[in-house]
């Protein structure tokens, strides 16, 4: 046994490696990998992840062989740092060890059933992102990693590895956290050579095994800028999105930040984090339209009226995404004294702010809106003419309040934002900015007023109110009920009502 070392700090990411005394016989160990018997510790957050219980017995690391987990990372290291989508219809905004989990249920295949294409598609995004899926055998956390915006996500199940012995169970209950790039990739990466440097082989066979580990390391460190953008928003968009930052002649916009301390890129170039939260079937003509928009927005601007008001630490929720998002507009209509007797003036509030406001036709439906700030860009909120939510005053100015959420809280670690809202972005981002938007037009306050003054929430008159506070009826139906003034039957026979 040699002493153990550790890469990163426990409070945010910690890995410890361990090389472990193996005395059974070599014969009979797995072939490949059986000279590499090792322990492993993970912590995320303070929380030890691989802590386990094996009847009277607690232990911290679990004991196994650390070569194809290295040779797992090493194989998937791009798509672990840089591949966000999962490749199947998500319309929650959970964890990706729940979601994926779910999903391998979801669509296991039938008899006669033309889901197994769908499922082949969530068996390979598990393999890339699922800790077991390197575990050959072991008993390892139910962990999944991905990208998610500019950060990365880490989330654990409590689901126990398959084949465990009686009396063997993970001590961490399910959970997620979304850590810096840089605080994940860099102790992984420490790790992933360290056990390429300090492997020793007994035999010819482990001294293959060896070698090819060092060639998949050195792959990794050879990643260019062009594969992750390809894994990031896939190989179609990809190659549409270069084409036109090459025809606009900037395609050095397109280049990512990369973190020197590992082959990752830590902060996405603006117009591949924008492209990241669209349908990757987008037309060539609205790339372009979208591009250019953010070409032109790339230059110096005053934005002392906005940034009093941006909170970079929100991040990304954890929490309930519609709490937060409630919470946050409240305290900024105090922040900023709205008066809210009366209707809340969006634009007003946008254009207070700096905030350009631009309307396009887009070809897509898909895409509401466009949230735009940050170091460099001017402030900017793009709608959608072409959007059902923009076909009326009361949509536009919905998505002018959830674009805002967007600039405000969503800049975190990148000191930018350039957020599509639409179906493929974000679940727990976007839900939060309905939320957030829904308060912003309709406080508790002036929803207390038309309590009072209609004597409850009958149908006829809720037609009246919502014109009245220049919001739909059904924004009007779902923010009652999630303030708890009406109950789901009444939703229902409201909702049929309008």
């Given at each position: 046994?040699?002493?153990?070392?550790?890469?990163?700090?426990?409070?945010?990411?910690?890995?410890?490696?361990?090389?472990?005394?193996?005395?059974?016989?070599?014969?009979?160990?797995?072939?490949?990998?059986?000279?590499?018997?090792?322990?492993?510790?993970?912590?995320?957050?303070?929380?030890?992840?691989?802590?386990?219980?094996?009847?009277?017995?607690?232990?911290?690391?679990?004991?196994?062989?650390?070569?194809?987990?290295?040779?797992?990372?090493?194989?998937?290291?791009?798509?672990?740092?840089?591949?966000?989508?999962?490749?199947?219809?998500?319309?929650?905004?959970?964890?990706?060890?729940?979601?994926?989990?779910?999903?391998?249920?979801?669509?296991?295949?039938?008899?006669?059933?033309?889901?197994?294409?769908?499922?082949?598609?969530?068996?390979?995004?598990?393999?890339?992102?699922?800790?077991?899926?390197?575990?050959?055998?072991?008993?390892?956390?139910?962990?999944?990693?991905?990208?998610?915006?500019?950060?990365?996500?880490?989330?654990?199940?409590?689901?126990?590895?398959?084949?465990?012995?009686?009396?063997?169970?993970?001590?961490?209950?399910?959970?997620?956290?979304?850590?810096?790039?840089?605080?994940?990739?860099?102790?992984?990466?420490?790790?992933?050579?360290?056990?390429?440097?300090?492997?020793?082989?007994?035999?010819?066979?482990?001294?293959?095994?060896?070698?090819?580990?060092?060639?998949?390391?050195?792959?990794?460190?050879?990643?260019?800028?062009?594969?992750?953008?390809?894994i990031y928003l896939g190989d179609p968009l990809a190659q549409k999105v270069e084409a036109v930052f090459e025809d606009l002649g900037r395609p050095e916009l397109l280049v990512s930040k990369f973190d020197i301390a590992a082959p990752v890129a830590d902060l996405l170039a603006a117009p591949v984090a924008m492209f990241g939260g669209v349908d990757p079937r987008l037309t060539l003509k609205d790339v372009r339209t979208l591009s250019g928009i953010l070409v032109n927005q790339l230059?110096?601007?005053?934005?002392?009226?906005?940034?009093?008001?941006?909170?970079?630490?929100?991040?990304?929720?954890?929490?309930?995404?519609?709490?937060?998002?409630?919470?946050?507009?409240?305290?900024?209509?105090?922040?900023?004294?709205?008066?809210?007797?009366?209707?809340?003036?969006?634009?007003?509030?946008?254009?207070?702010?700096?905030?350009?406001?631009?309307?396009?036709?887009?070809?897509?439906?898909?895409?509401?809106?466009?949230?735009?700030?940050?170091?460099?860009?001017?402030?900017?909120?793009?709608?959608?003419?072409?959007?059902?939510?923009?076909?009326?005053?009361?949509?536009?100015?919905?998505?002018?309040?959830?674009?805002?959420?967007?600039?405000?809280?969503?800049?975190?670690?990148?000191?930018?934002?350039?957020?599509?809202?639409?179906?493929?972005?974000?679940?727990?981002?976007?839900?939060?900015?309905?939320?957030?938007?829904?308060?912003?037009?309709?406080?508790?306050?002036?929803?207390?007023?038309?309590?009072?003054?209609?004597?409850?929430?009958?149908?006829?008159?809720?037609?009246?109110?919502?014109?009245?506070?220049?919001?739909?009826?059904?924004?009007?139906?779902?923010?009652?009920?999630?303030?708890?003034?009406?109950?789901?039957?009444?939703?229902?026979?409201?909702?049929?009502?309008?």
């Amino acid at each position: 046994m040699s002493q153990p070392v550790s890469f990163g700090v426990p409070e945010r990411f910690q890995i410890t490696l361990d090389w472990l005394d193996d005395r059974s016989p070599l014969t009979s160990r797995p072939l490949g990998y059986g000279f590499s018997l090792g322990s492993l510790r993970l912590v995320v957050r303070g929380f030890p992840i691989t802590a386990h219980t094996f009847g009277d017995e607690q232990h911290e690391a679990v004991r196994w062989y650390l070569l194809p987990v290295a040779q797992w990372i090493a194989e998937n290291w791009a798509h672990l740092f840089h591949e966000e989508d999962f490749l199947w219809p998500e319309r929650t905004f959970a964890a990706a060890a729940t979601a994926c989990n779910v999903a391998l249920e979801r669509w296991l295949p039938e008899d006669n059933s033309n889901r197994a294409a769908v499922y082949d598609q969530v068996r390979r995004w598990w393999e890339r992102h699922a800790l077991r899926a390197g575990a050959a055998g072991g008993l390892f956390p139910d962990l999944f990693l991905r990208r998610l915006g500019d950060g990365v996500e880490l989330s654990w199940s409590s689901r126990e590895a398959d084949f465990a012995p009686e009396g063997f169970s993970f001590a961490l209950a399910a959970g997620a956290a979304v850590l810096r790039v840089q605080d994940v990739a860099e102790p992984l990466w420490d790790a992933l050579q360290w056990i390429a440097a300090n492997a020793v082989a007994p035999d010819d066979a482990a001294a293959v095994e060896i070698a090819a580990l060092k060639e998949r390391v050195a792959l990794v460190q050879a990643s260019t800028d062009s594969e992750i953008r390809r894994i990031y928003l896939g190989d179609p968009l990809a190659q549409k999105v270069e084409a036109v930052f090459e025809d606009l002649g900037r395609p050095e916009l397109l280049v990512s930040k990369f973190d020197i301390a590992a082959p990752v890129a830590d902060l996405l170039a603006a117009p591949v984090a924008m492209f990241g939260g669209v349908d990757p079937r987008l037309t060539l003509k609205d790339v372009r339209t979208l591009s250019g928009i953010l070409v032109n927005q790339l230059r110096t601007y005053d934005t002392s009226a906005l940034d009093a008001f941006v909170d970079r630490t929100v991040g990304f929720p954890l929490s309930p995404a519609h709490d937060e998002g409630y919470d946050l507009a409240e305290a900024l209509l105090d922040d900023l004294e709205i008066d809210t007797s009366s209707w809340v003036d969006i634009e007003s509030i946008v254009k207070r702010f700096g905030i350009k406001l631009i309307s396009r036709q887009l070809d897509t439906r898909n895409i509401r809106g466009v949230a735009l700030a940050g170091s460099g860009i001017v402030p900017t909120v793009i709608i959608n003419k072409n959007s059902p939510f923009s076909q009326n005053e009361a949509g536009r100015r919905f998505t002018m309040a959830h674009e805002l959420c967007h600039i405000l809280y969503d800049q975190s670690r990148a000191r930018r934002v350039a957020q599509v809202s639409g179906p493929w972005a974000p679940g727990g981002v976007e839900k939060r900015a309905n939320a957030f938007a829904a308060m912003l037009l309709m406080p508790r306050a002036l929803i207390e007023r038309y309590r009072r003054r209609s004597q409850g929430w009958s149908g006829p008159h809720l037609a009246e109110i919502a014109e009245e506070m220049h919001v739909s009826v059904s924004a009007l139906i779902e923010h009652l009920y999630n303030l708890g003034y009406i109950d789901e039957a009444q939703r229902e026979a409201l909702r049929t009502s309008h």
